[in-house]
Structure formats: C-alpha cells, structure tokens
C-alpha cells in the first residue's frame, strides 16, 4: 500500500471521529447526528407484588389511611394525581361511572340466569349426567360473553344517538390555546417494517402538523429494533430524506437500539429514560399509525385542559389496504367498531383502555409508575410483559391518574392485516400476552375496572378453546350421551328456539344498529348510499361466519401454546397488502379441513343427524384454504369495491393525510429500491456520509472491542469479502463510524484510483450525489 493510501486511512479515523474532514478547520461535531444530547432520567420497574403481597400492602395501607384519618375509600394505592381542574364533574363521573358498571353487571347476570334456566329445562336427560351438565356451564359461560358485547354496542348506539355528558370530548377544547412549554414527543417504535409505507405515512402526518400550527410543539423519534441490516440501511436513508425534505420546521431523530430488550415496551422505555424528561407529553405512534396535526393538537389541548389525565386514546380507523379481508376489517370497524368504541367510553369513562398506539400519555407519572418488570418463573406466562399497553392503563390509573378514550375524535388511522394469516400470526402474539396479564389480577392497587379488563383480555382467547369445547361436548352428547328425550324429527321446544333466535339476534344486532346509526346521521352516502351499506353489511357478516371457526382453532391452539410455554415466534405483519398462495394456505389450513372431513365421516357413520351440530363450523373449516386464499387478493379486493361494497368514508372522501400517505409511500417504493443491501450504505456517497455521521461522535476504536473490529475490518481486503460477513457484523459497522470509514478507504485502496474520487465527501459532492440518486430514481 503507497503513502497515499495509508495517509488517507489514517485520515479516515479522524473524520470519523470529528465529524470533519482535512479541508475543514471548525465543525461542529454532531452536525448530522441522528439524535439530541441525552437527558437521562429513571423509570424504574417495580417487582410485581402477587396475592400475598397484596394482601399485606392492602392491610398496611388501610392501617395508614385510619392513623392519617384519611377516607380510605378515596385514596388509591399510590395517588399523586394533581386536582382536577373540575372537581364537580369528576365526582359525577365517577358516580355515573358506578351505577353504569352495577347496571351491566345487573344485564348479564339476568341474561345468563335466564337463558341458563331455560336451558337447563328444554335439554333432554342423558344418561351421561356430566356431559349434559358440562354443556350446560360452558353455555352459561360464553352466553356471559355474547351478553356483555351485546350490552356494550346497545350503549354504544345510545352514545352515537343521544350523546354522553360524562365523556371525554374533543369538541370540549376546540378553541384552547396550548402553552408554549407543552413540549411532545412524537414516537414511533419500528421493527423490520416496510420502510417506504412507514416513512410515507410519518411524512403525511407531520406535513399535516405543519399545517395546523403546531410542528413547534413537537420532535419526532423513530425508535428501531430492526434487525435486518438492509432494512436498517434503508431506514436511515429514509431518515435523511425524510429530514432534508421537511427542513427546519420540524426536528426528526432516529435511533438505533443495540440491546433490544423487551420489544415494543423496552423501546418505548429506553426513549423515556434518555429523552423523557425534555418533554411533557408522548404520542406514541405504531409503525403503520398515520395521524392529522388537528387530531394530535387536540390531544394535547385535552391533556392541558385536564391535568389528572395520564392517558387520553384516540378511536383509530382501519384504513389503506384494499383484499377482500383487510376491507372487511374496515368496514367492520367504521359500522361495528365504534359502537362497541363508545359502548366502552360509556362504561369505562375516566379508567379506560389504552392501545398502544395513536394515544397521547403524561411522561413524567409514566416513567414514574409505569416501568414493567418481568413476571417471575418459568413457561409462556413467564418473562417480560407482552401485551404491554393494559398494564400500563392499570399502573397509569393506580397512580391516581385517569385514563381517557375520546370517541369522537377524528384523524386517527390504523392499518389491520391485509390477510387471515397475518391476522393469526399477529393474534399467536395476542393471546399470549393478555393470559400473560391474567397473572397480575391479585396485584395491589389496581382498580376494580381494570381487573375486569385483564380478564375479558385473557377471555378473548380464552372464549375459543371453550367454544370448540362446547362444539365437541354437543357431539359427545349425540354420540354417546344415551337416549334424548325427544328425536330429530320432533318439534324443537318453544325454550329452545328462543334460545337460539336471542343468541342470533345478539350476534347480528351491533351490525344492524351500526347500520341504522350510519342512517340516522344521514352519512349513508359516505358508504355508496344506503342500498351498498346494507348489502356491505351482510357481506362483511358472512365473511366473519365463514372466519369464526378458523378464528376459534387457530385461538385454542395459541392458547395451548401459551399454556405450555412453547416457543413464540413473533412477525410484524406486513404494512403492505399481499396475496397468499395456495401452497402457503394448505400448509396452514389443509389439516384442519382433512380433520374435519375424517370427523364427519365418522359421525355420518354413528349418528348422521350429528352432521347437522357440526354443519356450521366444519363446513367453513373444509373451505379453510380457499377462503384463505381469495380473501388475500387485493385484486379481488379492487372488483369488490367497485361494485360498491365494503366502501368506507376513508374510500369515499379520502382525508388528505391518507391521500398524501399513499403518494408517498408509491414515491418512497421506487426511490428507496436501491438500498436493498447494506452495501448501499458503502457505495453510495450521499448515502455513506449520513451513515457516518448519523451515530455523532461515538469512539469505538478502542478496548478489546475496537481491537477486534479492526481485525474483522483488516481481513476485508476486497468487496467480495463483504459478503462474508455476519448480520451482526454487518449492523455493528452500520453504527460504528470509524470502522465503517475504515473500511470504506481500505476498499477504495484496493479499487482503480478512477472510483476513489469521493473518498473523502465534501458538502457539494454529497449534494450533487443526492439530487442524481433523487433524479434517476424518480425516472424510473
């Protein structure tokens, strides 16, 4: 190697690690740099308590409330809340709050008594008394189940009809000026996602914040777990963009964490702990959450207009994605979904759910009291929290906090899984954390509310596994059970029928009032008119009778996996709709419907008039794999809405943020192809130079770990070599400055002088790099 060469490698470690170059005399060394100067702060888990240690905290804090002549039913377990800023109207929350809940407990209770009696009395004696009564707890069961969704879209309808003055409402704070110290973090955890749609749908959002005023209030924060080298090379280039294209109005920061601990959750942490203490309020966002500047600025204004809030949740609309599933989901959710939204407002008020994304939450009690410490032992419902987001509510509200879901607030969008599989794969995930959560009922403080909800969370899936059990407890009976009172050709008793017709019209009634309250606000049109909403309507209804007996499988098995402490493989879904091909659904679902198939045999052989018990979940199992497969084709999907089907507001009236997120990310597609491999981040200049500068000025050089980096660099003496490298290797050098330039000279050494001109990148180059790549890729 020649004077020149190792003159320019020596040169290379002090650019690296200053940020400048040769020519430049004063730089400022974190210009580039992906992120602000850390301001560390605490957020500490607390180890779970359990039963016992419930108990005792709840006697020694009763004996504290008694010594401090305290009322000891209105002081929480770990209350710092401030006052409301109206105590009047938090006190008649809370009481309408408690006759509400004693309300519906009253409904269900009632229903389930009488459809229990009614059973009880029309079912024919067996001689296998255990089956019968079996049936009969497992109905008493789940009919408790379909009650409490019944009740909860009635009151949903009477919430869209009537209005609730209890709630929280955006219209509240319209015209509320917002401090200028509100400072917000917009944050956005992201993991081996499609970084065109992604970035798409942040750009729309914060143009739309530029739009309303309010990008001063805010900084943006994407938080990668990624772990795919190429990925997390198009990231970055989709940051730099991303940061060139919005200029100075706005400040947007990515990190990359080394250490993924605790997924989504962990994430979210370690932002608060480095960064948290520089703001007041977070919005956290999903990877495919797209949100308007007036929805996100109301938000704030609801957090400064009610100061014991900790959490506020937005209603986010499934929007984007165009199979015949993905639509369903829409269209569910924009007829179904916000009934049973404002069902939950109804009885939930102030101790609300939170989602996870598209909420807005207090930073400073959220570090405080909402750190997440593993669960102790051993299996699946074992280890760091999966389904993070109810548990934060309950330590949120624990802490004296209220917890809000505003209904009426729009501009908040979503994506659902563009297809059956991705939905169970993203279910498998689900399960296990909501029964994971069912391990912290006993824990002490937490409110009556929010223990009811980590038990429906846990009977979401749960309900499966009792269904299919309820399903084989009927065969059992017609198999085996003895002789029945009364035979097929009989005429079924009155108590029977209208067991059946209720259990029907609670099933079908939050579709039909979710038409009739689309009609009476006379939106209709927003749906292809009244004609395609109804017929949308059945349609969507069938599809979900068709997917339920899949759903119910698919959930015992997740169940069963969660209860054996098997492995959990977890996927992101993909942010972008994809067909699914019949080898990958018979691979899936062909067992299930050769099962079948052998059980109806089987039962055609014994009792054929078994056939007609098992006729409406084995039919949809035997149509597992089509149905699979033509729900996934977004073509399909496109000849389904032209017929005027499953058309939802988002599709008739497109928002400008969707309409602006879906040019971006088709525009983001064709720009980002190039960077398909790490390697873009060598060979591209614009490219190199926001990688090198992007981890600001880290010194990796030295130590054993420095030693051995540059060993590994040492032995890359040619571009071949580099396909011999690790994926880990490859994203430690992504986020090592020195040895990335290292090894950049050291290629160019060996290359023709000719491919050595931009060794050293200047301003200009870079530039002019950047306006070619921009150019070339928007022609093609």
Request: net charge positive.
């Amino acid at each position: 190697m020649n004077h020149r060469h190792v003159t320019r490698l020596n040169r290379s470690w002090t650019e690296a690690s200053t940020g400048s170059t040769a020519t430049s005399t004063v730089v400022n060394p974190s210009r580039g740099a992906s992120m602000p100067p850390m301001n560390r702060g605490s957020m500490t888990a607390r180890p779970w308590r359990g039963f016992l240690g419930g108990v005792l905290d709840g006697w020694i804090a009763l004996a504290t409330r008694l010594a401090s002549s305290k009322d000891p039913q209105r002081v929480s377990f770990d209350d710092e809340a401030p006052a409301p800023a109206n105590a009047a109207a938090t006190a008649a929350w809370k009481q309408a709050a408690s006759h509400r809940r004693r309300a519906l407990l009253t409904l269900i209770a009632l229903s389930v008594v009488t459809a229990t009696v009614m059973l009880d009395h029309v079912l024919p004696n067996y001689d296998s008394g255990w089956l019968r009564n079996a049936q009969i707890g497992l109905f008493s069961i789940l009919f408790g189940w379909v009650s409490a969704g019944f009740y909860t879209a009635m009151m949903g309808f009477w919430v869209q009809w009537r209005g609730d003055p209890h709630a929280l409402s955006s219209r509240s704070v319209a015209q509320r000026p917002i401090a200028a110290d509100a400072r917000t973090a917009l944050v956005m955890p992201i993991c081996n996602e499609q970084v065109s749609t992604v970035f798409a749908g942040l750009r729309a959002t914060m143009e739309s914040l530029i739009a309303a005023g309010g990008a001063r209030l805010f900084d943006v924060y994407l938080l990668s777990d990624t772990s795919d080298p190429a990925i997390r090379t198009a990231e970055l280039a989709a940051w730099a963009e991303l940061r060139d294209t919005m200029g100075g109005s706005t400040r947007i920061h990515y990190r990359w964490r080394q250490r993924r601990t605790q997924r989504k959750s962990g994430n979210v942490a370690d932002f608060c702990r480095r960064w948290g203490k520089n703001y007041r309020y977070m919005v956290v966002l999903d990877a495919d959450s797209v949100m308007t500047g007036d929805c996100l600025l109301s938000l704030v204004r609801l957090m400064e207009a009610h100061p014991d809030a900790g959490i506020i949740q937005t209603a986010p609309q499934a929007s984007g994605l165009s199979t015949i599933h993905a639509r369903a989901q829409q269209f569910a959710g924009r007829v179904t979904g916000r009934l049973f939204s404002a069902g939950m407002q109804y009885w939930q008020l102030g101790e609300s759910h939170y989602w996870g994304h598209n909420a807005i939450l207090r930073i400073a009690p959220f570090m405080k009291h909402c750190g997440l410490a593993a669960l102790p032992g051993r299996g699946g419902l074992s280890g760091h929290i999966l389904s993070h987001d109810f548990v934060e509510a309950a330590l949120m509200r624990r802490a004296g906090y209220h917890v809000w879901l505003v209904n009426d607030l729009e501009g908040s969008y979503e994506q659902q899984p563009p297809n059956l599989l991705e939905e169970l794969q993203r279910d498998r995930r689900w399960c296990q954390g909501n029964l994971q959560n069912a391990r912290l009922l006993t824990e002490p403080g937490l409110h009556g509310v929010h223990r009811a909800m980590l038990v429906t969370g846990a009977l979401a899936y749960l309900s499966a596994p009792l269904w299919l059990a309820y399903v084989l407890l009927g065969v059992a009976l017609w198999l085996f059970g003895g002789h029945p009172a009364f035979s097929t050709d009989a005429v079924v008793p009155v108590e029977i029928m209208a067991l059946w017709i209720g259990t029907l019209a609670m099933l079908v009634m939050p579709r039909a009032l979710g038409v009739v309250s689309i009609v009476l606000r006379r939106e209709q049109a927003l749906y292809g008119g009244t004609a395609a909403l109804v017929r949308g309507a059945l349609m969507e209804g069938t599809l979900s009778v068709l997917q339920a007996p899949l759903r119910m499988v698919a959930h015992t098995l997740f169940v069963v996996v969660a209860l054996t402490g098997l492995k959990l493989d977890w996927k992101s879904p993909p942010r972008e709709a994809n067909d699914i091909g019949w080898a990958d659904a018979s691979n899936r679902f062909a067992l299930l419907g050769v099962m079948m198939l052998a059980l109806g045999a089987a039962a055609l052989a014994l009792e054929p008039a078994t056939l007609l018990w098992l006729a409406p979940v084995g039919v949809p199992l035997l149509l597992a794999v089509p149905l699979a497969v033509l729900t996934s084709r977004a073509g399909l999907g496109e000849r389904v809405r032209q017929l005027g089907l499953l058309v939802t507001p988002e599709e008739s009236r497109t928002p400008t943020v969707l309409r602006e997120a879906a040019s971006y990310a088709r525009q983001n597609a064709r720009q980002q192809g190039q960077f398909s491999q790490w390697r873009a981040a060598l060979d591209n200049p614009w490219l190199f130079d926001v990688v090198q500068k992007a981890m600001g000025t880290r010194h990796t050089m030295w130590g054993e770990r420095g030693r051995a980096r540059r060993q590994l660099v040492g032995r890359l003496r040619a571009a071949h070599d580099l396909d011999s490298l690790s994926v880990s290797d490859q994203m430690r050098l992504l986020s090592e400055p020195q040895h990335l330039v290292r090894l950049r000279d050291q290629l160019l050494a060996q290359a023709e002088p000719a491919h050595a001109a931009w060794s050293a990148p200047k301003a200009a180059p870079v530039r002019r790099a950047r306006r070619t790549w921009l150019a070339t890729a928007s022609a093609t």
